[in-house]
Nanobody, 128 residues
Framework: VQLVESGGGSVQQGGSLNVSCTAS????????????MGWFRETPGKVREGVAM????????HYADSVKGRFTISQDKAKKTVYLQMDRLKPEDTAMYYC???????????????????WGQGTQVTVS
């Protein structure tokens, strides 16, 4: 099972970016159906922060308070891809963004990074 992020980059304050996470390697009976897919971000010296989570079977969707109203998480099931649309970006959004999947149904809260057992390599987002 592999997650690959793309779409990061540099943008000015107030701008937008869309990062994506494509999953591969999910073979029967393991599928991407009914899984929690999360986005986290990390900056040097800070604790990894949960940004958003989507349940691939539908609701729920969660956001960190720091991004509510600015970020939108969505999915394309056919493409096995989860997106994070980031609008009205701020310098404090600068971070390495990671996609993560809970493929085993861990019961911990969505923002706990220990819930997720599959991680992507990350994509850098820089806001100046």
């Amino acid at each position: 099972v592999q997650l690959v992020e793309s779409g990061g980059g540099s943008v000015q304050q107030g701008g937008s970016l869309n990062v994506s996470c494509t999953a591969s390697g999910f073979t029967s009976p393991l599928t991407l159906e009914n899984k929690c897919m999360g986005w986290f971000r990390e900056t040097p010296g800070k604790v990894r922060e949960g940004v958003a989570m989507i349940y691939t079977g539908g609701r729920p969707i969660h956001y960190a308070d720091s991004v509510k109203g600015r970020f939108t998480i969505s999915q394309d099931k056919a493409k096995k891809t989860v997106y994070l649309q980031m609008d009205r970006l701020k310098p404090e959004d600068t971070a390495m963004y990671y996609c993560a999947c809970d493929s085993i149904g861990d019961g911990r809260i969505w923002s706990n990074d220990e819930k997720y057992n599959v991680w992507g390599q990350g994509t850098q987002v820089t806001v100046s």
